[in-house]
Each structure stands twice: as C-alpha cells, then as structure tokens.
C-alpha cells in the first residue's frame, strides 16, 4: 500500500508541475506579455544606445578641448585672450525724416473693413 501511495504522490506532483509550466508558458505567449517584453526590450536598447551616444559626446568634448590646447600652443595663442570691444550699430536705421509708410494711396489699413 505504501507503494502504491508513493506512486500516486508522485503522480500528483508531476501533473501540478506539468500543469504549472504549461501555463506559465501559455502566458508568456499571449499577445499582451510579447507586446510587453518587446516594450522592455527595446526601452533596454534605446537606453544602452544613450548611454553610448553620450559616452561619445563625451570623449569628442574631451578631445576636442585637447585639441584646441594644442593647436593654441603651437599657434602661441593664450589661453585666455582678450576680448574684442563690442560693436555698438544701430539693428534699424531709426530714420525719422523718411518714413517708409506711404500716404494718400487708395488703399485702406482700416482692420474693420470687411475682407
């Protein structure tokens, strides 16, 4: 009898076990869980391509100050130089004696006017 019981147990744990994998497998297949794992997937893509691309942003930043101290170097440039004088010119010519507006055309610049 004690046999037959552990066979029966066994039995019994198989089929729970079985039963189990099938459907943890059968949710993994469902359309919403693979929507989903695309999702992570590609958020853990675009994520390991920023930290790349900044990573490289990074290092052209850092060689390109390299660069540029080099060349001052060889250019007997300073390091710091000095600063042009600012430019002070009018942006618009503030031209009261000809304005650009026309009087006496037929034209009218009334907004209420209908259209």
């Not at 099938?22 to 693979?34: A, D, G, H, M």
């Not at 942003?57 to 250019?75: C, F, H, P, Q, S």
């Not at 300073?78 to 009087?103: C, F, H, M, Q, T």
Request: no cysteine.
């Amino acid at each position: 009898m004690f046999r037959r019981t552990f066979w029966f147990s066994t039995g019994v744990a198989a089929g729970v076990w079985a039963t189990t994998k099938v459907n943890r497998k059968i949710r993994q297949l469902t359309p919403e869980s693979l929507a989903a794992g695309v999702a992570n997937k590609a958020l853990e893509t675009g994520q390991r391509l920023r930290d790349r691309a900044v990573g490289f942003a990074l290092d052209v930043r850092d060689n390109m100050a390299r660069r540029e101290a080099e060349l001052g170097e060889a250019l007997g440039i300073g390091a710091d130089p000095a600063l042009p004088a600012p430019r002070r010119y009018a942006a618009i010519e503030n031209d009261r004696s000809n304005p650009k507006y026309v009087e006496n055309t037929t034209h009218s610049y009334n907004r209420n006017e209908d259209h």
